[in-house]
């Protein structure tokens, strides 16, 4: 993997970066000393720097104030401390919106959303993205060439959907763009429907007012066409800072599970992913949906480390009721994103503010001081950081791989109309990725664009909307003999949210070795007996096919209602491979069953096999050594973990072999020669 800018960033920081968003704008300059004294005792070896800065920096239009910036860096240069510097661009200044109100965001419903939060500008705007040049240009002026600068960090969390004029205008382009010509629009939209044919390009407009019951292809394609205006000004505003220079990576912090921006089209633009995760610590489970994102972005980009961007010290602020992270929390939700590809720990923010909405959101630096116990787990953990710069670079390998797509996300959760319509595609995917983290499989996260040959399982979930090409992919990796895991109502929608013809499931029929005649969403309260060929039994509820079998054989069959003796499980051999396929929805220990004896049977390596589950285990390596994390979730209860060979835990310096204890909410980073 040749990634040059990341791996002269890796040499700049010395192996991990560790550090948080500084907002030294907020705060008198004699404290920037006292910040700059304590973020070296808490081993900061980075700082996100200006992120909300634009009205500080262009406090009127066209009229700058770099001065304080000047000292900032400069006094972070002398201390040993790079900056990963922000464009500014995700808070608009009062001045430009009040002078350019078009700048602001209209909402689906119409009403424009006011100046007072952030993220208030309409990503087609034109005049948003000249200013947003602007500010981006005069940055990239000053301080691309200086040293303390060691990243660039374009705006932050793009996030917002509008239904402006100019975002209606440039719906209609990438609309010529993607169809052509009208007739092609209306033959992919079904306007025929209701009566919806356009006859000239004008009256296509951003959906907004109605909200429900429109037309589902238009609403995917402005999902589509939202998340491509944000990537636009992204791409902008990097071209500018590239310009200047070329050797210093870009990039820009993306949300957890974030539903209105297409990943897989952004990460290729940027040179590392970058991740900001709050995990709710009243939350038991948090850990696992992190391990699931945390793979996700390890895969965005291909399997190369990403970015841990921000995450909280302790408490957010964002909930009703904002619980603090316990003892210990913090180094393990940190080392778990390091053991899963990061090659940072950062948080938001350093300094915990004294006003605005995040005077309560938990910092590096607290309210309470170096004396706190958050500042002390805090300045633990950068000397932890410290002893794991070798593992900076490393990589992880995987056999087994979850399809996860936004435009299926967006197919089945952004209408009505299906034949029901509270699909989770979160809950649904953690539903299947659950039983891999509990059982320590290494996962990567595909799109249906991913190479898949490194793979013996690919596990589908809820594939409702796939192109041609996705199909063709899924299809020719079970014929070259994969072993495809996929949940029901998969292959039904094209690319254009049209429901593809001859019979359910359209795209994925030959496949899955049957066709279905209807689809039987439950009952509320409905549940059903399924009998396993193999003598279980279970439960199932929430969905059935009436489903026919042509060339699979049925796994598991209902023993009761309407649908007795019908397939609820099918098996279908195809080509080189096989394919498993859930027409209903299993209890959890039925399913995880299922999957994980396909696991086994495909031949999935597991060297964690048997260690408990809240037991995380992982691998990170490079051509020389392996790195195995184990990290104890359990509050109580120790965990004593055999382990071959020679090796040294990074963490205690110590030896470990034979056997590896790992205390309660502790954690080992053990390193050894690599396995031949
Ligand atoms: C986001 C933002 C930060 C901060 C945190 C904490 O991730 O990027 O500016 O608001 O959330 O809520």
Same mark, same amino acid.
Not at 341 to 354: C, E, L, Y
């Given at each position: 993997?040749?990634?040059? #800018?990341?791996?002269?960033?890796?040499?700049? +920081?010395?192996?991990?970066?560790?550090?948080?968003?500084?907002?030294?704008?907020?705060?008198?300059?004699?404290?920037?000393?006292?910040?700059?004294?304590?973020?070296? $005792?808490?081993?900061?070896?980075? *700082?996100?720097?200006?992120?909300?800065?634009?009205?500080?920096?262009?406090?009127?239009?066209?009229?700058?104030?770099?001065?304080?910036?000047?000292?900032?860096?400069?006094?972070?240069?002398?201390?040993?401390?790079?900056?990963?510097?922000?464009?500014?661009?995700?808070?608009?200044?009062?001045?430009?919106?009040?002078?350019?109100?078009?700048?602001?965001?209209?909402?689906?419903?119409?009403?424009?959303?006011?100046?007072?939060?952030?993220?208030?500008?309409?990503?087609?705007?034109?005049?948003?993205?000249?200013?947003?040049?602007?500010?981006?240009?005069?940055?990239?002026?000053?301080?691309?060439?200086?040293?303390?600068?060691?990243?660039?960090?374009?705006?932050?969390?793009?996030?917002?959907?509008?239904?402006?004029?100019?975002?209606?205008?440039?719906?209609?382009?990438?609309?010529?763009?993607?169809?052509?010509?009208?007739?092609?629009?209306?033959? +992919?939209?079904?306007?025929?429907?209701?009566?919806?044919?356009?006859?000239?390009?004008?009256?296509?407009?951003?959906?907004?007012?109605?909200?429900?019951?429109?037309?589902?292809? #238009?609403?995917?394609?402005?999902?589509?066409?939202?998340?491509?205006?944000?990537? $636009?000004?992204? *791409?902008?505003?990097?071209?500018?800072?590239?310009?200047?220079?070329?050797?210093?990576?870009?990039?820009?912090?993306?949300?957890?599970?974030?539903?209105?921006?297409?990943?897989?089209?952004?990460?290729?633009?940027?040179?590392?992913?970058?991740?900001?995760?709050?995990?709710?610590?009243?939350?038991?489970?948090?850990?696992?949906?992190?391990?699931?994102?945390?793979?996700?972005?390890? =895969?965005?980009?291909?399997?190369?480390?990403?970015?841990?961007?921000?995450?909280?010290?302790?408490?957010?602020?964002?909930?009703?009721?904002?619980?603090?992270?316990?003892?210990?929390?913090?180094?393990? /939700? =940190?080392?778990?994103?390091?053991?899963?590809?990061?090659?940072?720990?950062?948080?938001?923010?350093?300094?915990?503010?004294?006003?605005?909405?995040?005077?309560?959101?938990?910092?590096?630096?607290?309210?309470?001081?170096? /004396? =706190?116990?958050?500042?002390?787990?805090?300045?633990?953990?950068?000397?932890?950081?410290?002893?794991?710069?070798?593992?900076?670079?490393?990589?992880?390998?995987?056999?087994?791989?979850?399809?996860?797509?936004?435009?299926?996300?967006?197919?089945?959760?952004?209408?009505?109309?299906?034949?029901?319509?509270?699909?989770?595609?979160?809950?649904?995917?953690?539903?299947?990725? #659950?039983?891999?983290?509990?059982?320590?499989?290494?996962?990567? +996260?595909?799109?249906?664009? =991913?190479?898949?040959?490194?793979?013996?399982?690919?596990?589908?979930?809820?594939?409702?909307?796939?192109?041609?090409?996705?199909?063709?992919? *899924?299809?020719?990796?079970?014929?070259?003999?994969?072993?495809?895991?996929?949940?029901?109502?998969?292959?039904?929608?094209?690319?254009?949210?049209?429901?593809?013809?001859?019979?359910?499931?359209?795209?994925?029929?030959?496949?899955?070795?049957?066709?279905?005649?209807?689809?039987?969403?439950?009952?509320?309260?409905?549940?059903?007996?399924?009998?396993?060929?193999?003598?279980?039994?279970?439960?199932?509820?929430?969905?059935?096919?009436?489903?026919?079998?042509?060339?699979?054989?049925?796994?598991?069959?209902?023993?009761?209602?309407?649908?007795?003796?019908?397939?609820?499980?099918?098996?279908?051999?195809?080509?080189? /491979?096989?394919?498993?396929?859930?027409?209903?929805?299993?209890?959890?220990?039925?399913?995880?069953?299922?999957?994980?004896?396909?696991?086994?049977?495909?031949?999935?390596?597991?060297?964690?096999?048997?260690?408990?589950?809240?037991?995380?285990?992982? +691998?990170?390596?490079? $051509?020389?050594?392996?790195?195995?994390?184990?990290?104890?979730?359990?509050?109580?209860?120790?965990?004593?973990?055999?382990?071959?060979?020679?090796?040294?835990?990074?963490?205690?310096?110590?030896?470990?072999?034979?056997?590896?204890?790992?205390?309660?909410?502790?954690?080992?980073?053990?390193?050894?020669?690599?396995?031949?």
């Amino acid at each position: 993997m040749t990634d040059p #800018r990341m791996r002269a960033f890796r040499d700049r +920081v010395g192996g991990l970066a560790y550090g948080g968003d500084y907002n030294p704008e907020q705060w008198d300059p004699g404290v920037w000393r006292e910040d700059v004294r304590l973020m070296r $005792e808490a081993g900061v070896n980075l *700082v996100s720097l200006g992120v909300f800065a634009w009205a500080s920096l262009e406090p009127e239009p066209g009229e700058y104030e770099f001065g304080w910036l000047d000292e900032v860096m400069d006094l972070l240069h002398e201390n040993g401390i790079a900056v990963n510097l922000a464009t500014p661009t995700a808070a608009p200044p009062a001045w430009l919106t009040h002078r350019h109100p078009e700048v602001l965001p209209v909402m689906a419903d119409g009403e424009r959303f006011g100046f007072g939060n952030r993220l208030h500008y309409d990503p087609s705007s034109p005049i948003y993205r000249e200013h947003a040049a602007n500010i981006t240009r005069r940055l990239a002026e000053r301080y691309s060439f200086h040293p303390a600068l060691a990243m660039w960090h374009i705006s932050n969390e793009y996030g917002p959907t509008a239904y402006n004029e100019a975002a209606s205008a440039g719906f209609r382009r990438w609309l010529r763009r993607r169809y052509g010509d009208l007739e092609t629009l209306n033959e +992919v939209w079904t306007t025929r429907f209701w009566g919806q044919v356009y006859t000239d390009w004008d009256q296509v407009e951003a959906p907004a007012v109605p909200r429900t019951w429109m037309n589902p292809s #238009r609403i995917l394609d402005f999902k589509r066409f939202t998340s491509d205006a944000l990537l $636009e000004c992204f *791409v902008a505003e990097r071209d500018i800072v590239r310009s200047f220079r070329d050797d210093i990576p870009i990039v820009t912090n993306f949300m957890r599970f974030y539903r209105h921006a297409d990943y897989w089209r952004w990460a290729p633009e940027e040179d590392a992913a970058a991740l900001d995760i709050y995990p709710d610590p009243a939350d038991p489970d948090a850990h696992v949906s992190s391990a699931f994102q945390f793979d996700l972005f390890r =895969s965005l980009k291909g399997g190369r480390p990403w970015l841990l961007m921000e995450q909280a010290a302790s408490a957010v602020s964002q909930w009703r009721l904002n619980v603090v992270k316990e003892p210990g929390r913090m180094r393990l /939700g =940190s080392l778990q994103a390091v053991s899963r590809g990061a090659d940072s720990v950062m948080f938001f923010q350093w300094r915990a503010g004294r006003g605005g909405h995040e005077r309560f959101h938990s910092a590096m630096l607290p309210h309470s001081g170096p /004396g =706190s116990r958050t500042f002390r787990e805090v300045a633990a953990l950068g000397r932890e950081a410290g002893l794991l710069a070798p593992v900076a670079g490393t990589t992880t390998r995987a056999e087994v791989a979850v399809l996860f797509d936004w435009n299926n996300w967006w197919g089945l959760e952004e209408l009505w109309g299906l034949p029901r319509n509270d699909f989770s595609y979160v809950d649904t995917v953690m539903r299947h990725y #659950r039983p891999l983290w509990e059982h320590h499989y290494a996962v990567d +996260v595909v799109s249906t664009r =991913s190479d898949l040959s490194p793979y013996k399982v690919l596990v589908v979930p809820n594939a409702y909307l796939v192109d041609d090409e996705g199909a063709a992919a *899924v299809t020719e990796f079970a014929r070259s003999g994969g072993t495809v895991v996929m949940s029901f109502f998969s292959g039904v929608v094209d690319a254009c949210n049209r429901v593809r013809p001859d019979g359910y499931p359209g795209a994925f029929r030959r496949l899955i070795g049957a066709k279905i005649d209807e689809y039987w969403p439950a009952r509320p309260g409905e549940r059903f007996t399924v009998d396993f060929a193999d003598g279980h039994t279970a439960t199932a509820d929430w969905w059935r096919e009436d489903i026919h079998l042509e060339t699979g054989t049925a796994l598991a069959t209902y023993a009761d209602g309407l649908l007795k003796g019908r397939a609820a499980v099918v098996a279908n051999e195809f080509g080189a /491979g096989r394919v498993v396929y859930f027409a209903t929805l299993l209890e959890q220990d039925a399913f995880d069953r299922v999957l994980i004896g396909e696991l086994r049977t495909a031949g999935v390596e597991n060297r964690f096999d048997g260690l408990p589950a809240h037991l995380e285990c992982t +691998v990170r390596e490079d $051509e020389r050594h392996e790195y195995l994390f184990l990290l104890n979730h359990d509050a109580e209860a120790s965990v004593a973990v055999p382990v071959e060979g020679d090796g040294t835990d990074l963490l205690t310096g110590l030896p470990a072999s034979g056997e590896v204890t790992v205390p309660p909410l502790g954690a080992a980073v053990v390193r050894r020669a690599r396995r031949a």
